[in-house]
């Protein structure tokens, strides 16, 4: 079992880690853990990693928007590619690229983000998902994803 050790605010973006350290110091009259060991066995180590470098890019560039993750990064309808839609930067959507060039490493992504609740990263997977599925026919969508049909 590998660890990944985050400070605090990165562990924040993702709600389960979040509520479980929560849980942790509201046991009256005790200190919450200087470092605190939470399992995530339904997240691959490369995934966690992912989302690890997701969230210290977004702190790195906080404002205000983060308060309690309640901030949306794709616009819906999705209309086109998401290097082309304003509210998304340029280095989320390079990330997402990256990303999408494995679509294994996308889908086990997807799957450890919904796991660990942590909403605008989720939206920036499906949207990168929809955006593989626009204009395409059922038969292109089965060559896209021939491991899923």
Do not use: W, Y
Not at 33 to 61: C, M, R, T, W, Y
Request: aromatic share 6%; glycine share 4%; hydrophobic share 40%.
């Amino acid at each position: 079992d590998e660890g990944v050790e985050v400070n605090r605010s990165v562990a924040c973006f993702m709600r389960v880690v979040q509520n479980m350290a929560d849980e942790d110091s509201d046991h009256e009259g005790d200190e919450p853990q200087e470092k605190l060991e939470i399992p995530l066995a339904k997240v691959d180590a490369e995934s966690l990693g992912l989302i690890v470098q997701f969230a210290e890019n977004k702190l790195k560039h906080a404002g205000p928007e983060l308060q309690g993750l309640n901030f949306s990064v794709v616009p819906r309808p999705l209309s086109g590619p998401l290097r082309e839609t304003e509210s998304i930067t340029e280095e989320d959507a390079t990330f997402m690229d990256d990303i999408a060039e494995d679509l294994d490493k996308l889908f086990r992504l997807t799957n450890a983000v919904n796991f660990v609740d942590c909403p605008p990263l989720l939206e920036l997977c499906t949207a990168r998902i929809a955006q593989m599925l626009i204009g395409k026919t059922p038969k292109e969508i089965r060559e896209i994803f021939p491991e899923v049909f």
